[in-house]
T-cell receptor, first 110, second 115 residues
C-alpha cells in the first residue's frame, strides 16, 4: 500500500463551484500534513498546513480525520486561478521523509 | 522570496555529456535535501535523499552512478546527471526541510533537455 494516496482526477468544475479533495495516508502515527499546489511546469508551493482542529484560509479549508486516516481540502467559490495540481504531503516523523500523493488535477472552467 | 534556489532553471545538453544542477537553501541550513524528477503530466518521483557530509540515499531503481549527488555543505546540494541521454530529459526539483523540521520547501526546478 502506498504511503499516501490521492485521486488524480481530473476534476473539472465551473467557476464558483465548491470542490473537495481527499487524501489517505497509511501510517497512523503520521504527525504533519500539508497541501501543496503545483502549477504547470512549476515547483510545488505550500498552500496550507493541516492542523488537527482543521483550519481555514479564505476560500480554502483543510481538515484532518485521524480515525479514518485522511486529510481533505475544500475550495469554495472556485476561481479560474485555482486551476492547478494539488498535492497532499505527509510527514510520518520517523525521519526526514515526507511522502507525497500523486496529486489531484483541478481545472476551473469559465 | 524563495528559500530554496535551484540553478540552472533551463539547460540543454548533448547526449553523453554531464550536467550539474545546484540546490541551495538561502535562509537556513539544510542537513537533508531531496531530489525529485517529474515527467510531463506525471507526479513527483523521489530520486534520492541527500545528507550533508555523507552519501546520498537512493530510491530503488535510481542509478547512483548516473545521478551523482553531493551535499558538501549545509546550504548546497548538487545533482550531476552523467552521460546524459534523451530519456533523462525531465523536470528536476530539489527540496529542503525547514529548521523546525515540519515544512518542506522546493526549489524552482530545473528543466533538462538532452538532445
Amino acid at each position: 500500500r502506498k504511503e499516501v494516496e490521492q485521486d488524480p482526477g481530473p476534476f473539472n468544475v465551473p467557476e464558483g463551484a465548491t470542490v473537495a479533495f481527499n487524501c489517505t495516508y497509511s501510517n497512523s502515527a503520521s504527525q504533519s500534513f500539508f497541501w501543496y499546489r503545483q502549477d504547470c511546469r512549476k515547483e510545488p508551493k505550500l498552500l496550507m498546513s493541516v492542523y488537527s482542529s482543521g483550519n481555514e484560509d479564505g476560500r480554502f479549508t483543510a481538515q484532518l480525520n485521524r480515525a479514518s486516516q485522511y486529510i481533505s481540502l475544500l475550495i469554495r467559490d472556485s476561481k479560474l486561478s485555482d486551476s492547478a495540481t494539488y498535492l497532499c504531503v505527509v510527514n510520518p516523523r520517523t525521519g526526514n521523509q515526507f511522502y507525497f500523493g500523486t496529486g489531484t488535477s483541478l481545472t476551473v472552467i469559465p | 522570496g524563495a528559500v530554496v534556489s535551484q540553478h540552472p532553471s533551463w539547460v540543454i545538453c548533448k547526449s553523453g555529456t554531464s550536467v550539474k544542477i545546484e540546490c541551495r537553501s538561502l535562509d537556513f541550513q539544510a542537513t537533508t535535501m531531496f531530489w525529485y524528477r517529474q515527467f510531463p503530466k506525471q507526479s513527483l518521483m523521489l530520486m534520492a535523499t541527500s545528507n550533508e557530509g555523507s552519501k546520498a540515499t537512493y530510491e530503488q531503481g535510481v542509478e547512483k552512478d548516473k545521478f551523482l549527488i553531493n551535499h558538501a555543505s549545509l546550504t548546497l546540494s548538487t545533482l550531476t546527471v552523467t552521460s546524459a541521454h534523451p530519456e533523462d530529459s525531465s523536470f528536476y526539483i530539489c527540496s529542503a526541510i525547514s529548521n523546525s523540521g515540519n515544512t518542506i520547501y522546493f526549489g524552482e526546478g530545473s528543466w533538462l533537455t538532452v538532445v
